[in-house]
């Protein structure tokens, strides 16, 4: 019996939760219209059942549903019970039972089935067939045990044509005014997802098209910067030794023809990643894969960076190398990013303290197969990388917020680097070092083994 009760408590409660607002005004028409009608009819000397006591309870009931806020908080949680049982009284009992007294009057008739529409618009069609079945019963059980003369086949006609009215409401009306009210309500939280989700991707793009602009600004910036600086010294270099040829000793010479050399490098090198950046955007660049030894190509690598790089730095490249080194890849674009890899490393690596490389055989997974690879790793104990660039720093234009202002650059080496790994069907990522400053670089590519 206790779980009947708890199910029918939950039914009323979710069904009459957004009810709250009917009863004031519910309140206010119940108080005037039968106050109303009452007067009307006494002073008019209507023909009919004259009821004080039941208006009266009627008014009663709508008078305390106005002041519902009112109430005693220990009484707020029975607000829903008492709207129903309210309803119940005020509308099919009170005119089932006012039908029955007035059996032949056809305005009673017609405010019964007035009644009946009433209780379809405030409530949902099981509350509707509920509510309007007891006020019937105990209206007419009222009736009949108050009259002392009931005439019952009058009165049963009657009582049939309300039954048969509130089946044809319910099924017509009731049931499809829940479904629209149902598919409203649906329609409104699907729209207001739908406007929520358009709002948050209108502020990620924002947020996306802002940080664009500020990587544009920042690379048109940049690029500026590195195109005119190397143009600029072989421009005012090279005038100058035109100019002063007959005046500058040799050493003179060769010094400002190296400057100039060392601008004309920087300014090729800066043309070379663009042209290379842009060949793998446009999927035009094709790799040469032939049979190298990584070991010999490292070594290669270190020994180029120690002669111009390390000149100035007490910092040393320890490599360590791969038993099995002879692999099919193309030799002269992962050339290409451990030099890129290896010079960043320089540049942020504090003096005296090495840098790690080392490669060792792996696996790459491809179509739910493993295929051989060789992964490198290279380990430097500089600043380090923010945690929430480490993704973002192999993106165009874009260099670590640590290090963008010591060391210039544009941000095309990384990109370029992830470029020729992707076309080489591998993977690269950063991360760093957890028991040490610094940072490690990772990449994988598929390499087929030689070696028997």
Same mark, same amino acid.
């Given at each position: 019996?206790?779980?009947?009760?708890?199910?029918?408590?939950?039914?009323?409660?979710?069904?009459?939760? #957004?009810?709250?607002?009917?009863?004031?005004?519910?309140?206010?028409?119940?108080?005037?219209?039968?106050?109303?009608?009452?007067?009307?009819?006494?002073?008019?000397?209507?023909?009919?059942?004259?009821?004080?006591?039941?208006?009266?309870?009627?008014?009663?009931?709508?008078?305390?549903?106005?002041?519902?806020?009112?109430?005693?908080?220990?009484?707020?949680?029975?607000?829903?019970?008492?709207?129903?049982?309210?309803?119940?009284?005020?509308?099919?009992?009170?005119?089932?039972?006012?039908?029955?007294?007035?059996?032949?009057?056809?305005?009673?008739?017609?405010?019964?089935?007035?009644?009946?529409?009433?209780?379809?618009?405030?409530?949902?069609?099981?509350?509707?067939?509920?509510?309007?079945?007891?006020?019937?019963?105990?209206?007419?059980?009222?009736?009949?045990?108050?009259?002392? /003369?009931?005439? =019952?086949?009058?009165?049963?006609?009657?009582?049939?044509?309300?039954?048969?009215?509130?089946?044809?409401?319910?099924?017509?009306?009731?049931?499809?005014?829940?479904?629209?009210?149902?598919?409203? &309500?649906?329609?409104?939280?699907?729209?207001?997802?739908?406007?929520?989700?358009?709002?948050?991707?209108?502020?990620?793009?924002?947020?996306?098209?802002?940080?664009?602009?500020?990587?544009?600004?920042?690379?048109?910036?940049?690029?500026?910067?590195?195109?005119?600086?190397?143009?600029?010294?072989?421009?005012?270099?090279?005038?100058?030794?035109?100019?002063?040829?007959?005046?500058?000793?040799?050493?003179?010479?060769? #010094?400002?023809?190296?400057?100039?050399?060392?601008?004309?490098?920087?300014?090729?090198?800066?043309?070379?990643?663009?042209?290379?950046?842009?060949?793998?955007?446009?999927?035009?660049?094709? =790799?040469?894969?032939?049979?190298?030894?990584?070991?010999?190509?490292?070594?290669?690598?270190?020994?180029?960076?120690?002669?111009?790089?390390?000149?100035?730095?007490?910092?040393?490249? #320890?490599?360590?190398?791969?038993?099995? /080194?002879?692999?099919?890849?193309?030799?002269?674009?992962?050339?290409?990013?451990?030099?890129?890899?290896?010079?960043?490393?320089?540049?942020?690596?504090?003096?005296?303290?090495?840098?790690?490389?080392?490669?060792?055989?792996?696996?790459?997974?491809?179509?739910?197969?493993?295929?051989?690879?060789?992964?490198?790793?290279?380990? #430097?104990?500089?600043?380090?990388?923010?945690?929430?660039?480490?993704?973002?720093?192999?993106?165009?234009?874009?260099?670590?917020?640590?290090? &963008?202002?010591?060391?210039?650059?544009?941000?095309?080496?990384?990109?370029?680097?992830?470029?020729?790994?992707?076309?080489?069907?591998?993977?690269?990522?950063?991360?760093?070092?957890?028991?040490?400053?610094?940072?490690?670089?990772?990449?994988?590519?598929?390499?087929?083994?030689?070696?028997?």
């Amino acid at each position: 019996m206790n779980k009947i009760l708890r199910k029918i408590s939950l039914f009323m409660t979710e069904k009459a939760e #957004d009810s709250t607002c009917l009863f004031i005004p519910f309140g206010l028409l119940t108080v005037i219209g039968y106050s109303m009608f009452y007067l009307l009819s006494i002073m008019n000397d209507l023909p009919g059942y004259k009821s004080f006591g039941f208006r009266f309870a009627a008014a009663a009931f709508g008078i305390i549903l106005v002041f519902h806020n009112k109430w005693p908080n220990k009484l707020q949680k029975y607000k829903i019970y008492y709207w129903y049982f309210s309803a119940t009284f005020i509308l099919p009992y009170f005119f089932t039972f006012m039908l029955l007294k007035n059996s032949s009057s056809v305005e009673w008739k017609m405010n019964a089935l007035i009644i009946v529409a009433l209780v379809i618009l405030l409530f949902d069609w099981i509350s509707v067939a509920s509510i309007v079945t007891i006020g019937i019963v105990a209206g007419s059980l009222t009736y009949y045990i108050t009259d002392p /003369s009931p005439h =019952l086949p009058e009165h049963l006609t009657a009582l049939i044509n309300m039954i048969i009215s509130l089946l044809v409401y319910c099924v017509l009306f009731s049931r499809l005014k829940e479904k629209m009210h149902y598919n409203r &309500k649906v329609s409104l939280e699907i729209s207001e997802k739908v406007n929520f989700e358009l709002e948050k991707k209108v502020k990620e793009r924002t947020k996306e098209l802002e940080k664009a602009l500020a990587i544009k600004t920042e690379f048109l910036n940049n690029m500026s910067h590195e195109i005119k600086t190397p143009i600029h010294g072989f421009t005012v270099m090279s005038k100058g030794l035109v100019e002063n040829w007959g005046e500058f000793n040799d050493e003179k010479k060769l #010094d400002l023809a190296t400057q100039v050399s060392g601008n004309a490098e920087r300014l090729g090198s800066l043309l070379g990643n663009l042209l290379d950046l842009s060949k793998f955007s446009s999927k035009q660049m094709e =790799l040469n894969i032939q049979q190298i030894d990584v070991n010999n190509l490292v070594n290669e690598i270190i020994d180029e960076c120690q002669v111009l790089y390390l000149n100035d730095k007490s910092v040393n490249i #320890d490599y360590k190398p791969i038993r099995k /080194s002879l692999f099919s890849i193309d030799s002269e674009r992962i050339g290409q990013v451990l030099r890129n890899l290896f010079l960043n490393a320089l540049k942020y690596s504090q003096f005296s303290r090495d840098i790690t490389v080392s490669a060792k055989p792996s696996e790459l997974e491809d179509k739910k197969r493993k295929i051989p690879a060789i992964h490198f790793t290279i380990k #430097d104990y500089g600043v380090g990388i923010p945690k929430g660039e480490l993704e973002s720093i192999f993106n165009s234009f874009v260099q670590s917020s640590r290090t &963008k202002t010591r060391a210039g650059g544009t941000g095309l080496g990384l990109s370029i680097c992830k470029q020729i790994i992707l076309a080489h069907k591998g993977k690269i990522w950063a991360e760093n070092n957890t028991n040490s400053a610094g940072a490690s670089f990772h990449f994988i590519i598929p390499a087929r083994s030689t070696n028997s």
